[in-house]
């Protein structure tokens, strides 16, 4: 036998066996593809799919964004009003608001999934979709940890793991790192404004009260039982927090806080301790949280720095 033609069909054998890998390979993917796909939403409903979804409606702009960091922003053909981000995401038809959806354009997009905030969409016009059948999965991340299960959960849907897996890693091990830096730092009491008329703040149960806990802060009205509750001034002035941190729309708007000045004996005004975040890093849901965190947890350090 000659040395050519032993190398011949070694190499042929080997072709053979890469051949059979793949294939193999493509048929695993192709099943995995057209298996169906059952996850439990955040309202503890069972949400099934045939195969991962192609026609995405998102209903808010969080979940637009989550989307996106899934991998899945190319399956959205339609969303809300203020999805801005991340550009793509401008380009995508509006179906309405999240107080008012135009429901016959929804229809019209064929959806074979739609996301919703559990807490943020008009539950009356969410019961018509349902009603026609189509699948509608809730979402509301109330802790950091959740928004990597969100990311999981949506790459899951679409079908777009390779993607989203890595992504949700990414921001748990980010909020980890944060969390090393900043909880064991001394607390700071925060009272945290995200609107003025009339007076709102968040209970412990909120994302932006971990936020807060992540940064060694301490919300003053964590124990209240609503989760965005009202508040009066006199309470705000009673609690007498070291640092007070409102949201804008954005950088630089300060009238929504403003009033505080009224009172410079304070201890936050008194030391200057007034803060803005812009709404988008800290309000929604997203990977970008974090960048509000690391802000917050800055502004938090400031404050500790100025104590006498």
Avoid at 54 to 79: C, D
Avoid at 87 to 105: P, V
Avoid at 109 to 116: R, S, T, Y
């Amino acid at each position: 036998m000659s040395t050519k033609g032993a190398e011949f069909r070694v190499r042929r054998r080997c072709e053979g066996f890469l051949r059979l890998v793949l294939a193999v390979t493509l048929a695993v993917v192709s099943a995995a593809a057209r298996a169906e796909i059952t996850l439990t939403d955040d309202n503890g409903r069972s949400v099934t799919l045939k195969q991962p979804a192609q026609r995405v409606i998102s209903l808010t702009p969080h979940m637009t964004e989550l989307l996106f960091a899934a991998g899945a922003g190319a399956r959205i053909v339609g969303t809300v009003a203020y999805s801005n981000y991340p550009a793509a995401a401008e380009r995508i038809a509006r179906i309405g608001d999240s107080a008012q959806l135009d429901l016959e354009r929804i229809v019209a997009l064929k959806p074979d999934l739609i996301v919703v905030w559990k807490n943020g969409n008009a539950q009356r016009q969410l019961d018509k979709l349902l009603h026609l059948g189509i699948p509608v999965f809730y979402n509301e991340p109330r802790q950091l940890a959740d928004i990597a299960r969100a990311i999981e959960q949506l790459g899951r849907l679409a079908g777009t793991q390779a993607i989203a897996l890595p992504a949700a890693r990414a921001f748990a091990a980010r909020a980890d790192e944060l969390q090393r830096r900043f909880a064991e730092r001394p607390p700071v009491t925060v009272f945290f404004q995200i609107w003025d008329k009339p007076l709102m703040t968040v209970n412990r149960d909120h994302l932006i009260s971990d936020v807060i806990r992540l940064c060694g802060g301490r919300n003053i009205f964590a124990g209240l039982k609503a989760l965005t509750p009202e508040i009066s001034t006199e309470a705000v002035l009673a609690a007498d927090p070291e640092a007070i941190i409102g949201v804008s729309a954005e950088a630089g708007q300060s009238e929504n806080w403003e009033l505080w000045k009224r009172w410079p004996r304070q201890t936050a005004v008194a030391r200057g301790n007034l803060f803005l975040i812009h709404s988008d890093l800290i309000s929604r849901n997203t990977p970008r949280v974090l960048d509000g965190a690391e802000r917050l947890c800055e502004q938090l350090d400031a404050a500790r720095a100025r104590r006498k």
